[in-house]
């Protein structure tokens, strides 16, 4: 399984962005697919997950109804739509794919691939 992240940058703080993440290889659909960050001398943290079988999603506390995680089956694709952004919300994202837990998860150790992280980058 291979996951390609896509659509990091620069954006001003209040500002959104969308980030893709395009999984190649065997997947399933009882598969859970997640997003993580992490920044500058912090570990990587949970952001949100969404199942590939349904749109039952789970989000981190600090994204306050901020982010949006959606998916296009057809595509294999996993969407991260962030708005409102914050300069805190700089880091590199990863996406990850979970194929053993059934409830979606927040800890990384229950993540099986990852891609290779995408920076976003929020000014002040």
């Known amino acids: 399984v291979q996951l390609q992240a896509s659509g990091g940058g620069l954006v001003q703080a209040g500002g959104s962005l969308s980030l893709s993440c395009a999984a190649s290889?065997?997947?399933?659909?009882?598969?859970?697919m997640g997003w993580f960050r992490q920044a500058p001398g912090k570990e990587r943290e949970f952001v949100a997950a969404?199942?590939?079988?349904?749109?039952?999603?789970k989000f981190g506390d600090f994204v306050k109804g901020r982010f949006i995680i959606s998916k296009d089956n057809g595509k294999n694709t996993v969407y991260l739509h962030m708005n409102r952004l914050e300069p805190e919300d700089t880091a590199v994202y990863y996406c990850?794919?979970?194929?053993?837990?059934?409830?979606?998860?927040?800890?990384?150790?229950?993540?099986?691939?990852w891609g290779q992280g995408t920076l976003v980058t929020v000014s002040s």
């Open positions: 290889g065997r997947t399933f659909s009882t598969w859970n």
């Open positions: 969404i199942r590939w079988s349904s749109d039952f999603t």
């Open positions: 990850a794919a979970d194929s053993t837990t059934w409830a979606l998860a927040t800890q990384t150790s229950r993540y099986d691939y």
